[in-house]
């Protein structure tokens, strides 16, 4: 299983971001891949989640109406916009996947992770 997440980079405050991840190295029946990001010296925390089968959504309270994750089956890719951002954004972003349909952000349901993309919100 082989996960990248890219398109991070030095943004300011109000701009908008896609970020990519590229998924690879696995034909499971369904499942769910999740964005996470993870702040200097805080912990790892989930933000959005998006089931393979149907692109059904779950978003963490604090992205709603901010943060969109939609999917491309066919080129395996999961993107993730981020509008309207924020100093409080600045994070490693990662994707990951877990087997199965159930949508969560707890990130010990999941089982492969991919190395980060770092964004920073700074003017």
């Known amino acids: 299983v082989q996960l990248q997440a890219s398109g991070g980079g030095l943004v300011q405050p109000g701009d908008s971001l896609r970020l990519s991840c590229a998924a690879s190295?696995?034909?499971?029946?369904?499942?769910?891949i999740g964005w996470f990001r993870q702040a200097p010296g805080k912990e790892r925390e989930g933000v959005s989640c998006?089931?393979?089968?149907?692109?059904?959504?779950y978003y963490a309270d604090s992205v709603k109406g901010r943060f969109t994750i939609s999917r491309d089956n066919a080129k395996n890719m999961v993107y993730l916009q981020i509008n309207s951002l924020k100093p409080e954004d600045t994070a490693v972003y990662y994707c990951?996947?877990?087997?199965?349909?159930?949508?969560?952000?707890?990130?010990?349901?999941?089982?492969?992770w991919g190395p980060g993309t770092l964004v920073t919100v700074s003017s």
């Open positions: 990951a996947v877990r087997l199965g349909i159930y949508l969560t952000l707890d990130r010990n349901e999941y089982a492969y």
């Open positions: 190295g696995f034909t499971f029946d369904d499942y769910t």
């Open positions: 998006i089931r393979q089968s149907d692109g059904s959504a």
